[in-house]
DNA sequence: GATAATGTACTCGGATATGTTGTGTCCGAGTTGTTCTGG
DNA sequence: CCAGAACAACTCGGACACAACATATCCGAGTACATTATC
């Protein structure tokens, strides 16, 4: 159970657009530059929150993302969830009723207490991270933090 | 963020171990016919639990594996981390040291927040399955099960 | 008949191929701001 | 000086290789039981 790296690229990036004034918006390059990362895989990523509805993005010079929605009302699950996908770690696919050990179709019309069991915990996760916004996470900078993003990010933008 | 489809196979396999008669054990061979699954590949699982101190395994004929502690000291997490390994899924690589905006190390003397939130979350998950030992799971099997799956199983037995 | 040696079948355990998914990269379509030319 | 058109640079978006891990498999080392021969 691992997830990908470049989920904690987009948390930050995603963080940092939070950071901007209302309208302004970055590019994949210059959030690349500003975390050193690859910019055309964290470029692929970044669509993937578009489609997320997480973020907007808009073309040609001065274009890039910005945030589709208000700071307060996204939170770290939908983030996550974007980049990684919706499933759920724990698929079960119902070995009880394969092999020798096969229970009788009307024996599981409940689901399996495995089953269950792992998707409280899946549930525990998903609750812990929809409980966080990135509201919440600007929140916890220091006051001169935003500033200080807006004009390093600032001088990642080319010419 | 995916967990092995041999993590259903093992917590079937230690739940089926749990229904047995104190001393008795079940061979690799067993349990992927009792569950039509790769015997080679589940026998490399089982071995893995071996490792983490769930299981106990016997050679020779007539032996197997076998529960290395009683059932209400199993959990869940045990035998997925067992399987899956005990590293949290989101790995923080400092991403806030790197590049254009980079912070000073001072600055980063606690926890980057993200990493914090998303360590919490994986906490919740582990508490969630730390709280289900396998004697819970087998508490909520009718009366009757035990014994037909100790009898099912031995059928599986060669010879 | 009891005992000891032998053989056999079964068990785990680790070393070895293959497929899928994350990772990384590239190039093309579209849009905006700028610049140049003509009136 | 103003307006319009052409240009150029920057942006996203999707299509294309590479690598790592989960998946699947095989064969070898070791052990307990059953058998057999001997005393």
Redesign the interface.
């Known amino acids: 159970?691992?997830?990908p790296?470049s989920?904690?690229?987009l948390?930050?990036c995603t963080?940092?657009l939070a950071q901007l004034e209302p309208g302004a918006s970055a590019s994949a390059a210059q959030l690349a530059?500003?975390?050193?990362?690859p910019a055309a895989y964290l470029a692929k990523q970044l669509q993937e929150l578009v489609k997320a509805g997480v973020l907007t993005a808009t073309t040609g010079p001065r274009g890039g993302f910005r945030l589709a929605r208000p700071a307060s009302e996204i939170t770290?699950l939908r983030i996550v969830e974007a980049v990684?996908g919706t499933?759920a770690?724990?698929?079960?696919?119902e070995?009880?009723q394969?092999?020798?050990?096969a229970l009788a179709p009307e024996e599981c019309r409940s689901i399996c207490?495995?089953a269950e069991?792992?998707a409280?915990?899946?549930e525990?996760?998903r609750?812990?991270?929809a409980g966080?916004s990135l509201a919440d996470?600007i929140a916890?900078?220091p006051a001169t933090a935003p500033a200080r993003?807006r004009s390093?990010?600032a001088?990642?933008r080319p010419s």
């Open positions: 159970m691992k997830l790296v989920t904690e690229w948390l930050h963080a940092t530059l500003y975390y050193d990362v770290l990684d499933s770690p724990y698929e079960c696919r070995i009880r394969q092999g020798r050990g207490v495995l069991k792992m409280e915990a899946h525990a996760w609750s812990s991270l966080v996470v916890t900078l993003t390093r990010l001088s990642t």
